[in-house]
């Protein structure tokens, strides 16, 4: 690991944070497993939900959670909708509740039991461990052909190795220290309100600043994939999105032409490659056709945002919503 000369703050108030919007069944079972997650002892520990429903569709879900959970239940409303409004209210949130550290997962996820004490004993045995990132898993909640569940756009295991340092991670898994916003003034970028995406920026500056990002194969959780996402319009749509999105990180306020024709002239050889492939493909089957034709729109999402340099309303455009 790479020796890193910021001060480490030392746990002492974790904030499980989670934003919402419109999922109650979802929120539901993701709670539960909240509920059940192994704590670890002599960490304070709540755990806050911030609703991005002006409409407050969660609150009767955390309301009825408040009763049964045995950590401390927060709850608020972010009217203003965005999912960078509603992950920086998280950090305003953990400010003024006074948490050192925030433990971020998604509405849509279940955490393995032991979720919360791997990303802690991680940051406190390592001390390069600045950023704990840990792998989300899909979790099938149907069974699918297997062009659907073997897919590459959904994780069911991980090459990367517990110890790698990364330059950028997700929201849906991560541990970090309030000390990202304090100190280093750090938000998330509300150009990316309605694209997804911000979290990518997010800790890609974290790193920057010297907050480290350290991969963690004990932390787990699971992504719940039902019939919306199990389909191949989801997956084609989200191939297409993670191209675009993938390029506009890459470049962000990048405006330099050469490195852009370069890319373009890279990612226009990449399609060229796998729309050479999808013919024979098939002879292997209907999931190698399929992860191939997700390369395709994947490379024209990154050319795509050459031309249009703009954020996507990833909600509309792309997710169908």
């Known amino acids: 690991m790479e020796t890193n000369t910021l001060p480490k703050k030392e746990i002492e108030f974790v904030l499980i944070c989670c934003c919402t919007c419109k999922r109650p069944q979802m929120l539901k079972e993701?709670?539960?497993s909240v509920d059940a997650l192994n704590l670890?002892?002599?960490?304070?520990?709540?755990?806050?939900?911030?609703?991005?429903?002006?409409?407050?569709?969660?609150?009767?879900?955390?309301?009825?959670?408040?009763?049964?959970?045995?950590?401390?239940?927060?709850?608020a409303v972010e009217k203003q909708r965005g999912i960078a409004q509603a992950r920086n209210r998280v950090l305003k949130e953990a400010i003024e509740l006074?948490?050192?550290?925030?433990?971020?997962?998604?509405?849509?996820e279940i955490l393995d039991e032991n979720w919360l004490c791997s990303h802690i004993a991680f940051y406190r045995n390592n001390p390069t461990v600045f950023i704990s990132s840990g792998p989300t898993y899909s979790k099938f909640t149907n069974d699918y052909p297997s062009y659907i569940k073997n897919n590459k756009i959904f994780k069911t295991s991980t090459t990367k190795k517990t110890g790698a340092v990364r330059p950028i991670c997700a929201s849906g898994n991560v541990f970090f220290p309030v000390d990202v916003v304090q100190k280093s003034n750090l938000w998330f970028d509300n150009k990316f309100?309605?694209?997804g995406g911000e979290d990518g920026d997010f800790f890609s500056r974290a790193s920057k600043a010297g907050y480290t990002i350290v991969w963690n194969n004990d932390a787990i959780n699971y992504e719940i994939t039902g019939d919306s996402r199990a389909n191949l319009k989801?997956?084609?749509?989200?191939?297409?999105?993670?191209?675009?999105s993938g390029a506009m990180l890459k470049f962000g306020e990048n405006s330099n032409i050469f490195l852009k024709f370069l890319y373009f002239l890279?990612?226009?050889?990449?399609?060229i490659g796998c729309v050479l492939l999808l013919v024979p493909s098939v002879v292997f089957g209907l999931t190698m056709f399929f992860?191939?034709?997700?390369?395709?729109?994947?490379n024209k999402g990154k050319i795509d945002y050459l031309f249009f340099n703009k954020p996507l309303d990833y909600y509309r455009e792309v997710n169908g919503k």
């Not at 955390?62 to 950590?71: L, M, Y």
């Not at 006074?98 to 509405?107: Q, S, V």
């Not at 992860?291 to 994947?298: M, P, R, T, Y």
């Open 291 to 298: 992860n191939i034709l997700g390369l395709v729109l994947k």
């Open 40 to 75: 670890c002892a002599n960490t304070k520990t709540a755990i806050l939900i911030v609703d991005n429903d002006e409409e407050e569709s969660a609150r009767s879900v955390v309301e009825n959670f408040q009763h049964t959970s045995k950590i401390p239940v927060y709850y």
């Open 98 to 108: 006074g948490a050192t550290h925030i433990a971020f997962f998604d509405d849509d």
């Open 266 to 271: 890279k990612t226009c050889a990449a399609i």
């Open 193 to 195: 309100i309605f694209m």
């Open 234 to 244: 989801w997956i084609l749509n989200r191939y297409y999105y993670n191209g675009y």
């Open 30 to 32: 993701a709670l539960h």
